[in-house]
């Protein structure tokens, strides 16, 4: 007797095919500006997004990211807009007798999708205005911080632990200083007295060749800490090569851009010091 097979893509390759196609597009998700539009969060719980479903829902750049599920639009009295194709959102089903947790996927849709919800329930979004004395701040606040030492390249040290950057006067623009700056921080989240990532102590050369892996994770969390400050990202055209890698690198394993996002939303909640609790598994507020 044979065995019937699904085709329904796995929630890894759903999650990853959403990310592939935007790289195929020449677009980087994680280096896209959403800073008017302010971090995600689900309109009625009002808890924010993490991890993946903060790239996943950013993608289709709506003014207000406000999202909430079919089942919430219905109890507050209103309904889908004709056409309107959901954002897939990861959670982690706990499995029975204490087994790994499982991946699964519910869907949202952002309140620009949606009509009939009370005006009073969508609040306005404030912009954040960015300024050096509050990324100064993280960077001076930041627990079990490395040392910064001047330098004429913006790099970390795995073996000394310690963080090179030119000086502020070098840079024409706070935010192209900054978002070195940021870069080396997530990467050195990975450390083994910080977070202690898979494999980060191995890797003694990451300067020179960098592991593809911790280098997405230290892509995404920068991008994350530049939407907290108000940063916007300077435009420049995208590197056919960096795409190409990028897809290279998803298209081999369809988990890697879940495990990654999740990675950096750990190394930016130790950054900023948040007393979140810190876990394996992505966060989702239904």
């Excluded at 004709?82 to 959102?89: S, Y």
């Excluded at 795409?243 to 081999?252: G, Q, T, V, Y």
Aim: glycine share 6%; proline share 6%; hydrophobic share 35%.
């Amino acid at each position: 007797m044979e065995t019937k097979t699904s085709n329904k893509p796995s929630v890894y390759e759903l999650i990853n095919t959403k990310i592939v196609e935007q790289l195929e597009n020449g677009i980087i998700p994680w280096k896209k500006s959403w800073i008017n539009a302010r971090w995600p969060q689900n309109l009625v719980s009002g808890s924010p997004y993490r991890g993946v479903n903060v790239l996943l829902l950013t993608s289709p750049c709506f003014s207000q990211n406000y999202f909430l599920s079919f089942q919430q639009l219905k109890e507050l009295g209103g309904k889908v807009k004709k056409g309107a194709i959901p954002c897939p959102v990861l959670y982690w089903k706990d499995a029975e007798n204490g087994g790994k947790a499982i991946p699964r996927y519910r869907s949202v849709y952002n309140v620009e999708q949606c009509e009939g919800i009370p005006k009073e329930k969508i609040k306005s979004v404030q912009k954040i205005i960015f300024s050096e004395k509050h990324c100064e701040e993280i960077i001076r606040n930041m627990p079990e911080r490395p040392q910064f030492k001047d330098n004429d390249k913006a790099s970390y040290s795995v073996v000394n632990d310690f963080v090179m950057m030119p000086q502020r006067a070098m840079y024409k623009r706070a935010e192209s200083y900054f978002g070195l700056f940021f870069y080396q921080l997530v990467h050195s989240t990975g450390h083994p007295k910080r977070l202690n990532r898979k494999g980060f102590a191995e890797n003694k050369d990451w300067n020179e060749k960098p592991d593809v892996t911790e280098k997405l994770i230290a892509e995404i969390g920068t991008g994350f800490i530049k939407t907290l400050v108000g940063m916007e990202e300077i435009k420049v055209k995208q590197n056919p090569i960096t795409i190409e890698r990028w897809l290279k690198a998803l298209k081999k394993n369809n988990s890697l851009v879940i495990y990654a996002a999740t990675q950096a939303q750990k190394a930016v909640d130790y950054i900023l010091n948040s007393k979140r609790e810190i876990s394996g598994k992505e966060d989702l507020p239904l």
